[in-house]
């Protein structure tokens, strides 16, 4: 199962597919949350900012704080925040 390298999202559970490159065809890399026509969505963020902005998202969807902090512990090792 592959996860969206920006946010950690499997990319099975993203209603639309994935993101978009610029020429329409499906990301298998990114989640349409974060990645639109070859671009990321948030693009000035650093990553602990969006992290922080992942773990609101998920308690706003009724995910209990800690586990939204669990499922955002990864991000900084995905290949959108590598350096």
Do not use: H
């Amino acid at each position: 199962m592959a996860n969206c390298q920006s946010c950690g999202m499997p990319l099975n559970k993203d209603p639309k597919g994935g993101g978009t490159e610029t020429d329409g065809t499906k990301s298998t890399t990114y989640c349409s949350l974060c990645y639109a026509d070859g671009a990321f969505i948030y693009q000035d963020v650093t990553v602990e900012e969006f992290q922080a902005y992942c773990v609101e998202a998920l308690k706003q969807k009724g995910v209990p704080s800690i586990m939204a902090w669990l499922f955002t512990r990864g991000i900084p090792k995905l290949e959108r925040w590598k350096s």
